[in-house]
T-cell receptor, first 114, second 114 residues
Framework: AQSVTQPDIHITVSEGASLELRCNYSYGATPYLFWYVQSPGQGLQLLLKYFSGDTLVQGIKGFEAEFKRSQSSFNLRKPSVHWSDAAEYFC????????????FGTGTRLAVRP | EAQVTQNPRYLITVTGKKLTVTCSQNMNHEYMSWYRQDPGLGLRQIYYSMNVEVTDKGDVPEGYKVSRKEKRNFPLILESPSPNQTSLYFCASSLRGTVTYEQYFGPGTRLTVT
């Protein structure tokens, strides 16, 4: 069955430290890959997406993600975290052939230590 | 301003009392969708609509109804709410579909059924 896994439920990092949030998927083909952020009391906002081409993609707010086909992973990174990055982050995957439907991971809640 | 609006933002109701959560978008998007978000489960799609008068079930449609009489509106109806429908609900829209085109999310409706 198709699935997406975010193994870390909660992560706490210090402000200014680097960040990596993990996302693994299990699909029959390479899916389209997304990262969304949900700030407290807000809806989800798209950070970045990968469809094809360069495996390192840049997004908004200084985030980037790297697609690694051999590891079925699409990890989100930021070199220096700001207090405003505290939020919940969702990885999502989709296949055009699956009816153009996104499947979301269970989310990783990020806390930022001053 | 391009946006998806939902009303109400917060709702407490009792078992069996019919309710409607409204969703409206001003971007002339064809695709609209409802999700529910539960701790540890991420976002799960309830229903979606590819265009006016075209709706289909998502992953968790039981206990919900939708309609799409106008392009901009996509209300979610709970005809007989039960406590297991206590959740955070998001409406989303995109130009067409969810994989190729960016989804825009509303701010969410927190529903409590007692």
């Amino acid at each position: 069955a198709q699935s997406v896994t975010q193994p870390d439920i909660h992560i706490t990092v210090s402000e200014g430290a680097s960040l990596e949030l993990r996302c693994n998927y299990s699909y029959g083909a390479t899916p389209y890959l997304f990262w969304y952020v949900q700030s407290p009391g807000q809806g989800l906002q798209l950070l970045l997406k990968y469809f094809s081409g360069d495996t390192l993609v840049q997004g908004i707010k200084g985030f980037e993600a790297e697609f690694k086909r051999s590891q079925s992973s699409f990890n989100l990174r930021k070199p220096s975290v700001h207090w405003s990055d505290a939020a919940e982050y969702f990885c999502a995957v989709g296949l055009r052939s699956s009816g153009d439907k996104l499947t979301f991971g269970t989310g990783t809640r990020l806390a930022v230590r001053p | 301003e391009a946006q998806v609006t939902q009303n109400p933002r917060y709702l407490i109701t009792v078992t069996g009392k019919k309710l409607t959560v409204t969703c409206s978008q001003n971007m002339n998007h064809e695709y609209m969708s409802w999700y529910r978000q539960d701790p540890g489960l991420g976002l799960r799609q309830i229903y979606y609509s590819m265009n006016v008068e075209v709706t289909d079930k998502g992953d968790v449609p039981e206990g919900y109804k939708v309609s799409r009489k106008e392009k901009r509106n996509f209300p979610l109806i709970l005809e007989s709410p039960s406590p297991n429908q206590t959740s955070l609900y998001f409406c989303a829209s995109s130009l067409r579909g969810t994989v190729t085109y960016e989804q825009y999310f509303g701010p969410g409706t927190r529903l409590t059924v007692t």
